[in-house]
């Protein structure tokens, strides 16, 4: 198990950027060995004298940056270290603070309920197969959290695709690393369940094209992440 000592405790000012900058250090500087399992959240509070909520906040960071990777009751563990998949997430991550998460939300929240209308001219099995699979694999995998997302993700580039409009499509797929860090730091255990009800309620709503019902539901659910987000905040 990766070493906990010469961790050290901070000052109030920054906490959070200083416990981030703090563990990539341990990772990046090859104190924490690619395959070694990091210290528990519990271990890294005392160790560093900050909150679980600090410490959580800055693994999902690692693992937005492909760094780490957590086991649901076994762990987190430190992923290979590259420069190409360093360079590949830390864009995104420079450009984003915690604050900033509630913006990207409410721009996905006044996209993905603007195109309603549209992609459900186009609605056809293909489609309907499609968002069945991302559904089946979010619930598979609903206790790894980085799997997990990459499923939801999955689900809602369905969505943009379904449009076929082309300025939709390739906006997205250039912020597409954005994205992925704004889901894979808000995503949580008790998010990615009710997360699971959500989608199950949107393609049904699909299916029956139920487009009042699919504008509410979809609404719902980022009422829902913004208010996980704000209780972590709190």
């Known amino acids: 198990m990766a070493d906990i000592n010469g961790l050290r405790s901070f000052q109030r000012k920054d906490i959070r950027e200083q416990v981030f900058e703090e563990l990539l250090?341990?990772?990046?500087?090859?104190a924490w060995k690619p395959g070694?399992?990091?210290?528990?959240?519990?271990?890294?509070?005392k160790a560093l004298n900050v909150?679980?909520?600090t410490i959580r906040e800055a693994i999902q960071k690692l693992a937005a940056m492909d760094l780490v990777e957590s086991y649901h009751g076994k762990g987190t563990y430190v992923k290979e270290f590259t420069t190409s998949n360093y360079l590949k997430s830390l864009t995104p991550m420079?450009?984003?603070?915690?604050d900033d998460l509630k913006y990207i939300i409410e721009y996905r929240r006044i996209l993905e309920v603007g195109i309603i209308e549209l992609f459900m001219k186009n609605v056809n099995d293909k489609y309907i197969k499609r968002l069945e699979n991302d559904l089946m694999n979010m619930i598979a995998y609903k206790h790894d959290l980085n799997k997990y997302q990459q499923y939801d993700m999955d689900f809602h580039i369905t969505l943009y695709e379904m449009t076929h409009n082309p300025f939709i499509i390739?906006?997205?797929?250039?912020?597409?690393?954005?994205?992925?860090s704004e889901m894979k730091t808000a995503i949580t255990d008790k998010g990615a369940e009710a997360g699971i009800t959500f989608h199950t309620n949107i393609l049904n709503f699909i299916k029956q094209n139920d487009i009042e019902g699919l504008v509410k539901e979809t609404n719902k659910l980022f009422d829902a992440i913004l208010r996980d987000l704000d209780e972590e905040n709190n």
């Open 25 to 30: 250090n341990q990772i990046t500087s090859g």
């Open 36 to 45: 070694e399992k990091i210290p528990s959240e519990n271990e890294l509070t």
């Open 51 to 53: 909150s679980r909520i």
């Open 94 to 98: 420079i450009l984003l603070s915690r």
């Open 170 to 180: 390739k906006v997205t797929n250039m912020i597409r690393d954005i994205l992925d």
